[in-house]
């Protein structure tokens, strides 16, 4: 017998970035360049430089083992060697808790942490970041990566469980044949995020597929795999 499962859903009520109240600009697919005031905004917000030029990633998560967020801290010299800059927001285990504020400390103006949660922030950071990173080892469905597709960030996600069912790998086959606007039944599995190798591989595509400007277009919808 077949096993059927229903994803969850997003509240275009609460998370619309067209209608958000916690954003210093609205925008829609039609308006994408609406966007761009978003990341300044966050950027000042957090004390990061403000430089429209620096690829953004962002976290909001728990901050534990089954999220993958330990993976991170190991990597964080390799996205600021490609010039990112990195937003975190969660709280969790006392220890990537401390990770993360140490990273801040080390490198102001490159990475902000902000332990424990608040939402209206949540929804400044998907609407500011170019890339938003969910790197669960296990995720029954999820809703961040549904969020970053409503606001318009690139979910760079592990290819598993929920994430794999609900994000479609960007890459020239899916571009040139749509489906990376849409569900598909089998997921590009060649870009899991499993290893060093794999958070930097996956980081450097995600980082060229938000400044191209044909995924500009799309950015509502596109998405990218590790």
Same mark, same amino acid.
């Given at each position: 017998?077949?096993?059927s499962g229903? =994803?969850?859903?997003? /509240?275009?009520?609460v998370?619309?970035?067209?209608? @958000?109240?916690?954003? $210093?600009?609205?925008?829609d697919?039609?308006?994408?360049?609406?966007?761009?005031?978003n990341k300044?905004? =966050?950027q000042?917000?957090?004390? #990061?430089?403000? $430089?429209?030029? %620096?690829? *953004?990633? &962002?976290?909001?998560?728990?901050?534990? !083992?089954?999220?993958?967020?330990?993976? #991170?801290?190991?990597?964080l010299?390799?996205?600021l060697a490609?010039? %990112?800059?990195?937003?975190v =927001?969660?709280?969790g285990?006392?220890?990537? !808790?401390?990770?993360?504020?140490?990273?801040?400390?080390?490198?102001?103006?490159?990475i902000a942490?902000?332990?424990g949660?608040d939402?209206?922030?949540?929804?400044?950071?998907?609407a500011?970041?170019?890339? *938003?990173?969910?790197?669960?080892r296990?995720?029954? @469905? &999820?809703?961040?990566q549904?969020y970053?597709?409503?606001?318009?960030? #690139?979910p #760079?996600v592990? @290819?598993?469980? &929920? *994430?794999?069912d609900?994000?479609? $790998?960007?890459n020239?086959?899916?571009?040139a044949?749509?489906?990376?606007?849409?569900?598909?039944?089998?997921? /590009?599995r060649?870009? =899991?995020w499993?290893?060093d190798?794999?958070?930097?591989?996956a980081?450097i595509?995600?980082?060229?597929l938000s400044?191209?400007?044909?995924?500009?277009s *799309?950015?509502?919808?596109?998405c @990218?795999?590790m």
């Amino acid at each position: 017998e077949r096993v059927s499962g229903i =994803l969850n859903g997003v /509240d275009e009520g609460v998370w619309n970035p067209t209608c @958000c109240p916690f954003l $210093d600009s609205r925008y829609d697919l039609k308006h994408i360049t609406a966007r761009k005031p978003n990341k300044a905004a =966050l950027q000042r917000e957090m004390g #990061l430089d403000e $430089d429209a030029s %620096a690829p *953004l990633f &962002g976290v909001i998560s728990r901050l534990q !083992e089954i999220k993958g967020l330990d993976m #991170l801290p190991p990597n964080l010299d390799h996205l600021l060697a490609l010039g %990112a800059q990195l937003v975190v =927001l969660g709280s969790g285990d006392p220890a990537l !808790e401390a990770d993360f504020h140490e990273a801040a400390q080390l490198h102001p103006g490159r990475i902000a942490a902000r332990i424990g949660y608040d939402e209206a922030l949540s929804h400044r950071i998907l609407a500011g970041v170019d890339v *938003l990173l969910v790197p669960s080892r296990e995720e029954p @469905c &999820g809703l961040t990566q549904l969020y970053a597709m409503r606001y318009g960030a #690139l979910p #760079l996600v592990r @290819c598993t469980g &929920g *994430l794999a069912d609900t994000v479609v $790998d960007t890459n020239p086959a899916t571009l040139a044949d749509g489906s990376a606007t849409r569900r598909a039944p089998e997921p /590009d599995r060649n870009h =899991l995020w499993q290893t060093d190798d794999s958070v930097k591989s996956a980081s450097i595509r995600a980082i060229r597929l938000s400044t191209n400007h044909v995924i500009q277009s *799309l950015q509502s919808y596109s998405c @990218c795999t590790m």
